[in-house]
């Protein structure tokens, strides 16, 4: 089961599937697609906040590509809550910093 977060709406999930089958997307794609029926300026705006996350890398050119979390995410592997998020980030410094402390340093 996926774990949205509380910033996230109902078309990102939409748009993140959207790029994983179709390995990258624009605004206009998605559009065009039907997949996501939105107008293209709100897709412009998801995308940004998708990146924003890193569900989503930018390209160039309005192109994204989806992430290993942005995978991980849609395979319920990864939970996309601020708690969740803040939960990674002290398990990770702490990590770093075990790893720096057995190092003798």
């Known amino acids: 089961m996926r774990k949205s ?3 996230m709406t109902i078309w990102d999930d939409r748009i993140l599937e959207y790029i994983r089958n179709e390995d990258s997307g624009s605004p206009k794609k998605l559009e065009e697609s039907g ?3 939105v107008s293209k300026s709100h897709i412009s705006r998801r995308l940004r906040t998708l990146a924003e996350h890193d569900l989503l890398t930018h390209l ?4 994204y590509v989806i992430t290993e979390r942005g995978e991980a995410y849609l395979d319920g592997e990864f939970d996309t809550s601020e708690d969740a998020t ?3 980030v002290d398990e990770t410094t702490e990590n770093e910093e075990s790893k720096f402390d057995s190092e003798g340093n």
Request: proline share 0%; no cysteine.
């Open 60 to 63: 160039g050119n309005g192109v």
């Open 35 to 37: 997949y996501v029926r």
């Open 5 to 7: 977060g509380s910033w």
């Open 86 to 88: 803040e939960s990674l």
